[in-house]
Each structure stands twice: as structure tokens, then as C-alpha cells.
């Protein structure tokens, strides 16, 4: 048997001995001091006073007291400390008094004087009878915690869920005040990259996914302990590891010693469960038992949990590449008749505003017809624009591509907003992090990608009824940091214009979609953004909260990809 689990000597039993006759109960208590620990009180103020000390054992008083009846301090101690064995010691006995100490809970009616060895029966007899019941009623309450944990379990999906089951169910042991579940790896961050659990021989990071009767200062201290630190690391050994470490300052004064079981998967480590103990809990082999048993099941449902998330992850993964593979079809399709139908357009649109502007020459002398006719020309100067823009979404663009670096584009196309930004009274902040990566791209399909959004935003910013009154000038961000691990580099547009509503965001990639105003967009922005983006191996989403801002994230290849 393990050292901290070795079954230390059992306290003797405690017995209380209530008689104003003092002689009478110092004998009472030499008869019974063999076999228990026999404290004396000559009043029942001084008899409560014990059993508030010492709220179990066995209490023998007297039926006449100096300051209560007997029947009355047996009320008394039964409230105080109702794990106590009151048994009645008198030498008045009658049947009705009798009758009248079993109905108010008395265990036993013995007469004075009594024979010794058949005292030290009876009050054997109470300890064990009173030792059964408090294990009883301890192995109920362990078996309801059980099974509401085993139901906690069943319907967690999350390690969160899990933890606070474990948490609460160890915490309502009774014995329990202080738990923390620690997690490392997956566990603490599931969806992240990697195997599952903590590597053995590594330095994990361990973080608390619940905890009860400790602040988050202490827990993280918990956390950072070697010995915690240690087990996380061990071995998945099929014996069940546990440890006992001393409470002290970096754990608080309210925890004398810690319990730590490793929670453990079928194939590795997850992580910790912590659980505060007293002395008397030390010595329960039963409860060592039960810790480690909750904490088998709590690693099992960690691991199916952890499990659960990364196929939800994989999942959500699976639809959005459903997701961009229908959104490139739809596109494609859609670009192939838009190119059509813009040649078939623009020839004899072409004809119309050469014979447009070949009347306007000869209408110097008609102001009415001259105004018509200039108006006839910026209208087709407006669809021909429209048919660049459908057939710039139609294109399909050549590999060529080159190292770009992102803060060129961007000073390329500042001096093109600067007016804008200012008739809408917003500033734009540009945060690119230092030796950012270059990305390989098309340097003019970059610039036509910041421009679509950042005129997107400047649209959005004085659209929004809001800005003057509460959000004061309008923001535009623009963000961009590399992600080693995908070898890209994660570009974030961001505003804090009027924002699109809930029911719209699965719908601003569709070509000629758009929540502007009737002739202030054509709705092929951010397809146009949506198709550079896809062309170059990136992916693009975007955020919106209506009456918030819109932020819009999309990658690019790093260079050499």
C-alpha cells in the first residue's frame, strides 16, 4: 500500500459522562477509560458545552440535573450534535420514565448501579452501532453523489462540463470543501493542433476548468506547483496515481493537505483533480478509494469530451469547405453569364453613346436638348462602368503572382481614400506587425481587395444613422500578423459602421447582393474580394453585429508557399 494511503491508528472512541455526582461519574469514567476516551460534566451547560467540542461518540447522562431535566438536554444534544448516542443513566427508574427516554431518542435505559463489564458491553455496543449508522449514512450520501456524477457525466459534451461535474460532485462529499480541476493540451484548449492530452516528460501548462472554494489567485499558484506540475507528466500506468502535498501560504490557511489524482484518458494524461483534505479524511481508506474512482471516470469523460470537440470542429471544418466549394460554383456560374450578357450589352451601348455624343455637339443652341443628352451619356458611362466591373468578377486571372509586401499595397492606395475618409469623418489605423511576412500575390488584385473593403467600410460608417450621436468619429482598422503554422498571413479589416444584420451575413458573397442604398452598389465588391481571396489559396469570412461593426478576416500564402 502506497505511504499516503496507509491506514493510520484509529482514534478511541469518545464518551461523556453527565452526572452532578462527581465521584459517581469519575467511577463511571475509570470503567470505561480502556477502551475509549471518557470526558465528565456535572451540569447540562457544561455538557453542551463538550459535545459542540466533540459533535460524535456516545453521551450517558443523568435523568436529574442541577440546571435542565435529562429528557431536555437530550433535546438539547440530539439539535447540537446529532451524531451523538445519548443514552440515559439513572437510578430512578420507573416503566413511564422509561417509555418516555426511548420516545425522545434515548439509545439505551440503564440503571444505577450497573455492573461493569455489562457498562462496558452496552457502550461497546453504542459505539458500533452508532459507527454502522454514521457509515451508512456516509456510503448513501457517496452512492447519490456516484450516480448524479455518472448522470453529470453522460450529458456533459464540453471538458468545462465535465470539470464542474467533477467539482461539484467531489465538493458534495461532505468531507470536501476545497476542488480544482486542472487540465493541460487538449483538454484545456480542445480544437488546437496536436496529440491528445500532456506528453510525458514534458513541461505542460496546466488551466483550471473549475474549481470550488478557491479564488482564481490561489488556483493558478495550485497550477504552477511543482508537484502538480509532476503529476500531470507521469505515466499512464494502469495503477492509479495519486499524491498528498501540505497545505501552506501559496494554498491559504483554510487547506491543511491537497489530494491530487491524475485524470486520465485511455491513452494519456489530461490532467489533475485537486481536492483539499483534513486529517480525519486521511485516515478513510474509503475515501482515497472513492477519489480515485471519481477521478478515473472524470479523465474518461475529459477524453470523450476532448474527442467530441474535435469532431465538432472537424465537422464545422467539412461545412465550410461544403460551404466555399457551392459559393465557387455559384460563382463561376454566375460570372460566365455575366460575361456573356455584358458583351451582348455593351455593343450596343457603345453605338448609343457615340451617336449620343455626336448629337451633343449639334445641340449648342437647344440648352434643354443638350441637358438631355448629357444626361443620356453619364448614364451610359454608369452601365459601362457596371459591365468593367462584371467582367473584372468574370475574369479569370493568370498565376502570375510575386512576393508582396503588404504595407506597399496599403501605401499605394491611401492617397486614393484620403478624401473620402475625410468627407466621412473617419480615421483609418494601420497596424502590420513588424518583418511581417510578404505574401505571394497579384500586387494590383491586392490593391483592388483593400479597396473594395475599405470603401465597403467607409459606405458602412456613413450609413449608419448612429455614428454623430453615440460612436463619434467613424474607425476603420486594418490588422495583419502571420500564422507559422499555416504558413499564411491573417489580414482583419475592421469598422465601426452600421453593421449587417444576422439574417444577411450568408448572403454578402453572393454576387449583386447588397444592403446599400438602391444605386449606391452594384453588390459585386466583396464577390470581387471573395474570388481574388479563394484564386490565391486564402480563405475570407466576416463578423457583423448590426449597429456594431463589421470586421473582415481573410489569409494569404506567405511567400515561397
Not at 478513510?284 to 477524453?303: K, T, Y
Not at 450596343?348 to 453613346?353: C, D, F, Q, T, Y
Not at 497596424?431 to 500586387?443: D, G, H, I, K, S
Request: proline residues 6%.
Amino acid at each position: 500500500m502506497s505511504p499516503y494511503r496507509r491506514r493510520r491508528p484509529r482514534p478511541a472512541p469518545r464518551v461523556l459522562v453527565v452526572d452532578d455526582d462527581r465521584t459517581l461519574a469519575g467511577t463511571v469514567a475509570a470503567i470505561l477509560g480502556d477502551a475509549a476516551e471518557v470526558a465528565t460534566a456535572a451540569t447540562g451547560e457544561e455538557a453542551i458545552e463538550e459535545v459542540r467540542r466533540h459533535p460524535r461518540g456516545v453521551a450517558l447522562i443523568d435523568v436529574i440535573l442541577p440546571d435542565i431535566g435529562g429528557m431536555d438536554l437530550m433535546r438539547r444534544i440530539r439539535e447540537v450534535a446529532p451524531d451523538v448516542a445519548v443514552a440515559i443513566l439513572t437510578g430512578n427508574a420507573t416503566l413511564h420514565g422509561a417509555i418516555d427516554a426511548l420516545n425522545h431518542g434515548a439509545r439505551r435505559y440503564i440503571l444505577k448501579p450497573c455492573d461493569p463489564d455489562e457498562l462496558q458491553a452496552i457502550v461497546r455496543d453504542l459505539i458500533e452501532r452508532q459507527e454502522l449508522e454514521q457509515r451508512s449514512r456516509l456510503y448513501l450520501r457517496r452512492l447519490e453523489v456516484q450516480n448524479g456524477l455518472s448522470e453529470a457525466l453522460s450529458a456533459a459534451l464540453t471538458p468545462e462540463d465535465v470539470a464542474r461535474a467533477a467539482a461539484e460532485a467531489v465538493s458534495a462529499l461532505g468531507e470536501v470543501r476545497t476542488v480544482v480541476v486542472l487540465a493541460g493540451g487538449d483538454s484545456a484548449g480542445v480544437g488546437v493542433p496536436g496529440g491528445l492530452g500532456i506528453p510525458t516528460g514534458a513541461g505542460p501548462t496546466l488551466r483550471p476548468l473549475a474549481s470550488v472554494g478557491m479564488d482564481d489567485d490561489t488556483v493558478a499558484a495550485l497550477a504552477a506547483m511543482p508537484e502538480v506540475r509532476d503529476l500531470a507528466t507521469g505515466g499512464t500506468s494502469d495503477v492509479p496515481h495519486m499524491a498528498v502535498i501540505p497545505g501552506g501560504p501559496a494554498l491559504g490557511t483554510g487547506v491543511p493537505a491537497l489530494a491530487l489524482c491524475r485524470l486520465r484518458g485511455r491513452t494519456s494524461v489530461l490532467g489533475v483533480l485537486a481536492a483539499a483534505v483534513s486529517g480525519e479524511t486521511a485516515m478513510d481508506e474509503h475515501h482515497w478509494d472513492l477519489l480515485i474512482a471519481i477521478s478515473n471516470w472524470v479523465g474518461l469523460a475529459l477524453e470523450r469530451a476532448t474527442l467530441y470537440r474535435r469532431l465538432e470542429v472537424a465537422y464545422q471544418e467539412v461545412k465550410n469547405g461544403e460551404r466555399r466549394v457551392v459559393q465557387a460554383e455559384k460563382l463561376s456560374a454566375v460570372g460566365r453569364l455575366a460575361a456573356g450578357l455584358a458583351h451582348e450589352v455593351g455593343t450596343p451601348l457603345n453605338i448609343i453613346s457615340g451617336r449620343a455624343e455626336y448629337l451633343l455637339r449639334d445641340a449648342a443652341g437647344s440648352p434643354k436638348l443638350e441637358q438631355g443628352l448629357k444626361v443620356i451619356v453619364q448614364q451610359i458611362e454608369r452601365i459601362s462602368r457596371l459591365i468593367g466591373q462584371v467582367l473584372d468578377f468574370s475574369r479569370e486571372y493568370g498565376p502570375v503572382r510575386s512576393p508582396v509586401d503588404l504595407s506597399g499595397v496599403l501605401a499605394a492606395i491611401s492617397p486614393l481614400l484620403d478624401t473620402r475618409l475625410g468627407k466621412a469623418d473617419t480615421d483609418l489605423e494601420v497596424f502590420l506587425q513588424p518583418r511581417l511576412p510578404r505574401v505571394a500575390a497579384n500586387f494590383n488584385q491586392m490593391q483592388q481587395v483593400f479597396l473594395n473593403l475599405l470603401m465597403n467600410s467607409i459606405d458602412a460608417i456613413q450609413a449608419d444613422p448612429e455614428m454623430a450621436r453615440t460612436k463619434g468619429r467613424g474607425r476603420v482598422t486594418i490588422q495583419a500578423e502571420p500564422v507559422p503554422r499555416a504558413r499564411k498571413v491573417r489580414v482583419t479589416v475592421e469598422d465601426n459602421g452600421q453593421g449587417i444584420r444576422e439574417e444577411h451575413l450568408d448572403k454578402v458573397f453572393d454576387p449583386f447582393f447588397s444592403t446599400k442604398a438602391v444605386g449606391s452598389g452594384t453588390g459585386l465588391g466583396l464577390a470581387v474580394v471573395y474570388g481574388i481571396v479563394t484564386e490565391h489559396g486564402g480563405t475570407i469570412e466576416v463578423e457583423s453585429r448590426w449597429g456594431i461593426g463589421t470586421a473582415v478576416h481573410f489569409t494569404l500564402p506567405m511567400e515561397g508557399v
